[in-house]
């Protein structure tokens, strides 16, 4: 029997434990496509703005605007909504569902970039940059609670690490379209930069549909008191794969018993996540900071260094762009299986500290006058290989080591924080050194980002969550959750020690 129910408004389950325990099936994969594949869009939509910023300024481009408007007023405001956003959907997420606000969010988004394509004044284009930044701040809360909370333990490291990453091969193709999109002689100058933002428009609505055949999260269901839903969710699913794989499913490993509430205060999420968690606060604060700097130490500047000390065509550098955003997107292909077989605290840990130290010895060979465009470029490749395995760890970490209840909420503060650092922060400290044209200020940048990197590595060495092939609620018990026999969890929350 699924549930049973002591008294009203409390529910004894194992719905949890029987998502955990589904073999990799074809339903996941839908769930991936659904939710996961919208980083492509992101990435995609993000590498052709800064690849169109000359074009857009160019007479006759059908928009008054200047490339330092479009690559820095634009991309800040890009950036503010891209905080706000995630904090506003990410607090609703959490009260009103999964799937309600990642159908939201994603329409907004699409919207926004589909009034970004007809936009007739500099003004336009600035506000519909910040309403693209609220629908993607928003997705990110959306989407990795969603996933996180439908994908079965065993494999939901390497699966939130895939599509994180996968930001990077819409960057790719961004970096492909907007060569294309920039060919006068295939598409006028004044038509070729919205086509790109239509595009987005049309794959984004084919995800759409997609997504409208996912559930709601059946454990969100759980703790709002609608039981009876989750059950009927996770019952479709099961009977879904025992007809593809043709077995019975295992027997699901333990049940959970729940006080239900409609709604989780947000004075009560701030407590648990700061006060409760407070080290696993400031293992995502570290996480989120080291990362953010990391990249904006060499995304910074990136075409300028490769024009100024290596005399790359401007018009070549987009060709650098894609090897590097091509190793951005293997690193966590390729990584992503040992973050659940070898463990989180030995893989975050290590892929922060090695790539901050490849970029230690770039800066060091950069210094010395030893490399080219190629080899620095090579150089960059392979630290980002291992950096954006790291980066993407980032997302899973806030993801899986707080209570249901602040899950959605947690990666929108969390992520909220990274994108401000990088955004803000970021900008104006790396900007001014990599446009020096002085080697040192740029060894400087790269150094900066590669001691903060490393930093983060060893907090994680030292505090990071062994969450690997644990179910959510073992990581972290829902704040909803009765008391049972292992209080020494519960004492550990209340004297301010996150469990591991």
């Known amino acids: 029997m699924a549930h049973t129910e002591p008294r009203p408004g409390t529910i004894t389950t194992a719905i949890p434990a029987r998502l955990d325990r589904l073999p990799w099936s074809r339903w996941h994969w839908r769930i991936v496509i659904g939710l996961g594949t919208v980083w492509i869009l992101d990435g995609l939509e993000v590498t052709v703005v800064g690849n169109i910023a000359g074009r857009l300024s160019e007479p006759g481009s059908g928009l008054p605007i200047s490339s330092g408007e479009v690559t820095g007023v634009a991309a800040a405001v890009y950036v503010a909504g891209a905080c706000s956003g995630a904090l506003f959907w990410g607090r609703l997420t959490d009260r009103y569902g999964r799937k309600k606000l990642f159908m939201i969010t994603l329409a907004v988004y699409l919207g926004a970039t589909a009034l970004t394509a007809v936009s007739f004044q500099t003004w336009w284009f600035f506000l519909f940059r910040f309403f693209t930044g609220f629908g993607i701040g928003g997705e990110y809360a959306a989407i990795n609670s969603a996933i996180d909370e439908l994908i079965p333990a065993y494999y939901r490291g390497r699966v939130d690490l895939i599509i994180n990453g996968s930001f990077w091969l819409g960057a790719v193709g961004g970096s492909l379209l907007s060569i294309l999109a920039l060919n006068t002689a295939v598409l006028p100058k004044d ?288 704040l909803t959750a009765a008391e049972q026999a292992s209080g020494t969890v519960r004492a550990d929350e209340r004297r301010g020690r996150a469990p591991e």
Not at 274 to 292: C, D, E, H, K, P
């Open 191 to 478: 038509v070729g930069w919205r086509l790109t933002f239509a595009l987005g428009v049309v794959l984004g609505l084919v995800i759409l549909l997609v997504r409208r055949t996912v559930p709601e999260s059946p454990r969100w269901l759980l703790i709002h008191g609608r039981h009876q839903e989750a059950e009927r969710v996770v019952s479709d699913i099961e009977h879904r794969i025992v007809a593809e794989k043709g077995a019975p499913l295992p027997r699901p490993a333990g049940e959970l018993t729940i006080h239900q509430r409609p709604s989780i205060g947000f004075g009560e999420i701030a407590r648990t996540v700061f006060t409760a968690y407070r080290r696993r606060a400031v293992l995502g604060f570290s996480l989120f900071i080291g990362q953010a700097f990391l990249y904006n130490a060499i995304t910074f500047g990136f075409g300028a260094i490769l024009t100024r000390f290596f005399h790359v065509p401007t018009g070549n550098t987009g060709y650098y762009f894609g090897v590097i955003a091509a190793g951005n997107f293997c690193g966590p292909l390729l990584l992503g299986k040992l973050f659940d077989t070898v463990g989180r605290r030995v893989m975050i840990s290590s892929t922060y500290l090695v790539s901050g130290l490849l970029l230690f010895g770039t800066a060091w060979l950069f210094g010395r006058g030893s490399l080219t465009a190629v080899t620095l470029t090579a150089c960059w490749c392979a630290v980002l290989f291992v950096a954006s395995a790291g980066a993407s760890s980032a997302y899973l970490t806030v993801s899986e080591v707080f209570p249901m209840e602040t899950r959605a909420m947690a990666i929108a503060f969390f992520y909220a924080l990274g994108t401000a650092a990088g955004g803000i922060s970021g900008p104006l400290l790396f900007a001014d050194l990599t446009n020096t044209g002085h080697v040192r200020d740029t060894v400087l940048a790269f150094g900066i980002g590669a001691a903060l990197m490393c930093a983060a590595g060893l907090v994680a060495a030292l505090i990071a969550v062994p969450a690997e092939r644990r179910s959510l609620e073992d990581v972290a018990r829902p």
